[in-house]
C-alpha cells in the first residue's frame, strides 16, 4: 500500500471535493442558464450552456402575466414559515421535556417517538387524509400546517441538544425562583440557537419543498403552493420549461436566504445534537 504525505492526502481531499462540488452545481447552472432561454432555444437540442437570446420574458411572463404565481409563492411562504416557527416551538418543549422533566410514562413515550422515526411519511398519508376531511380541514392553510407542525426527528435531535445542556444554569435559575417553564423559556431556548438554526434550516427547506402533502389535501389552484403550481406548467402535449426553470430559480432564492441567514449556527447545531443518550 502507499503511503502518501499528509499535504497529498489532503489536495487529494480537496480535489475530490472540489470535483464533487462541480458536478452538482452543473445542473443548478443549466436551470439558470436556461431562465434565461426562450422555448425554442432549450427544446432544440442544441447543446449551448449559455443562452444565444438572453431574454427576461420568462419572468416577466411567472410575474406579470401568470395570475396565480404569485399567490402560490404567498402560500408557499406562509405555509413554510408557519411550519417553521411551531416546529421550532413544540419540538423543543417536547424535547426539553424528555431530557430535563420526570413523569410517568415518559421512557414509553421516548420509545413510541423512536419508532415513528421507522414509519414512512407516506404511510400516514391516507390517515392523515381522512382526519382532515373529518375536521374539515381539506384545502385549506390549517390543513397543510397542522399534521406539519410537529416532527419525531427533531423532537429526538433537540432532546439530545438537552441532555448535554449544563444543569447547573437551570439550578442556579431555580434558585432565583424561576419556574420550569421560565427556566425553559428565558435560559435554555436562548442558548439553544445552534441546535434551533439547524432544525430551522431542515424544517424549512422539507416544507417549502414539500409535494405529497399538498397535492393530497389541495384542490384550488389558488391554494396551491409553489411546487404545485410548477406542476401546472407541465401540459399534455408541450412543457413549457423556460416558465419551470424561471419559476424553480424563484422557488430556490428563499431556501438560499434561509441557509446563509443561519449558516454561522448551522455546523455547531448539527455538533452538538449528537451526545450522550
Do not use: C
Not at 502518501?4 to 447552472?29: D, N, W
Not at 413515550?109 to 381522512?130: D, E, G, K, M, Y
Not at 424563484?250 to 455546523?267: D, E, K, Q, S
Request: charged letters at 10%.
Amino acid at each position: 500500500m502507499i503511503n502518501l504525505p499528509r499535504s497529498y492526502g489532503k489536495m487529494l481531499v480537496y480535489v475530490g471535493l472540489v470535483l464533487y462540488a462541480i458536478v452538482t452545481l452543473i445542473p443548478f447552472l443549466w436551470a439558470l442558464s436556461a431562465s434565461f432561454k426562450p422555448l425554442s432555444e432549450i427544446v432544440s437540442g442544441e447543446n449551448t450552456f449559455l443562452p444565444k437570446n438572453f431574454t427576461l420574458d420568462n419572468y416577466k411572463q411567472i410575474f406579470f402575466q401568470e395570475p396565480l404565481f404569485l399567490r402560490w409563492l404567498f402560500n408557499s411562504v406562509v405555509i413554510a414559515v408557519s411550519v417553521t416557527v411551531l416546529n421550532l416551538l413544540f419540538n423543543s418543549m417536547a424535547g426539553y421535556a424528555l431530557a430535563r422533566l420526570h413523569f410517568r410514562g415518559k421512557h414509553f413515550l421516548f420509545v413510541l417517538i423512536l419508532a415513528v422515526l421507522a414509519v414512512p411519511a407516506q404511510i400516514s398519508l391516507i390517515p392523515t387524509f381522512l382526519i382532515l376531511k373529518l375536521f374539515g380541514w381539506l384545502n385549506s392553510y390549517q390543513g397543510t400546517i397542522v399534521p406539519s407542525m410537529v416532527n419525531a426527528t427533531f423532537i429526538f435531535m433537540m432532546r439530545q441538544f438537552f441532555v448535554n445542556f449544563p444543569k447547573e444554569l437551570e439550578e442556579a435559575a431555580a434558585l432565583d425562583g424561576l419556574t420550569p417553564f421560565r427556566i425553559f423559556w428565558h435560559i435554555v431556548l436562548p442558548l439553544a440557537k445552534p441546535a434551533l438554526a439547524a432544525q430551522a434550516v431542515f424544517v424549512f427547506m422539507g416544507s417549502w419543498n414539500n409535494f405529497l402533502l399538498p397535492m393530497t389535501i389541495l384542490f384550488d389552484p389558488e391554494m396551491f403552493t409553489l411546487p404545485l403550481g410548477l406542476n401546472s406548467f407541465k401540459g399534455q402535449y408541450i412543457s413549457y420549461w423556460n416558465y419551470i426553470m424561471a419559476a424553480s430559480m424563484v422557488f430556490t432564492l428563499p431556501a438560499l436566504i434561509i441557509y446563509a441567514f443561519f449558516n454561522r449556527y448551522f455546523i455547531q447545531g448539527v455538533t452538538f445534537t449528537g451526545g450522550k443518550g
